[in-house]
Structure formats: C-alpha cells, structure tokens
Nanobody
Framework: QVQLVESGGGLAQAGASLRLSCSAS????????VGWFRQAPGKEREFVAG????????YYADSVKGRFTISRDNAKNTVYLQMNSLNPEDTAVYYC?????????????????WGQGTQVTVSS
C-alpha cells in the first residue's frame, strides 16, 4: 500500500522559512516525478512545484518562483520543499503527490497518490 506523508508545516512569521518533507512508503519516490500542491481556505488546490524523476528538472508556480525550492533525497525516499521569504498568501494546506502521467505537472489529473497534507500558516 502506498502512503505519502507530509511534515514540516506549522506557524511562521512573514519573511521566515519552513521546509516541508514528503516521505513515502510502498513506493520508491526516485522512480516518480513528484509535485507539491496547496489549497488555501475557500480556494481551489493549486500547483506549487514539481520535480522530475531521473534527470532533475524542476517546475514552479510563478507565485513561488525564486522563493521555494523543490529537491529530493533518494537515499531517504523523501522530497523536500524549502520555502523562504514566506508571506501570508502562502498560508494553505500543502500536499505532495506522485505523478504517473506524461502530462503537465500543473494539472492534478496526472497524479495518483496524495498525502494527507500539512498546514502552513504565515502571520504578518
């Protein structure tokens, strides 16, 4: 059974940093592209960042480009999302998911397994 577990969320002040982790059981993350999404209250879930499986290519939403960095540690079967210069608009539940289609990283449709999410709250 595949399980993805996000961790590292919490409360942060504007300008601070957090690092989210996405760990997996039942699946080797290095074999899959992985995406991070987020959902703010009252809003649709949106793409944040993605990382390819083999030759490392990364993708970012315009709203986080230059502030967030996605990376992977294959030895730990974990994908990270380093979030710097946080602002209140980054407040959301953050989810990781593994991608199984060749389509866009930005669409949820290409992802199969999702974690339960971790809350990130940024105060001004």
């Amino acid at each position: 059974q595949v399980q993805l577990v996000e961790s590292g969320g919490g409360l942060a002040q504007a300008g601070a940093s957090l690092r989210l982790s996405c760990s997996a059981s039942g699946r080797t993350l290095s074999s899959y592209p992985v995406g991070w999404f987020r959902q703010a209250p009252g809003k649709e879930r949106e793409f944040v960042a993605g990382i390819s499986s083999s030759v490392i290519v990364t993708y970012y939403a315009d709203s986080v480009k230059g502030r967030f960095t996605i990376s992977r540690d294959n030895a730990k079967n974990t994908v990270y999302l380093q979030m710097n210069s946080l602002n209140p608009e980054d407040t959301a539940v953050y989810y990781c998911a593994t991608k199984i289609s060749r389509g866009s990283y930005y669409s949820e449709a290409g992802y199969d397994y999702w974690g339960q999410g971790t809350q990130v709250t940024v105060s001004s």
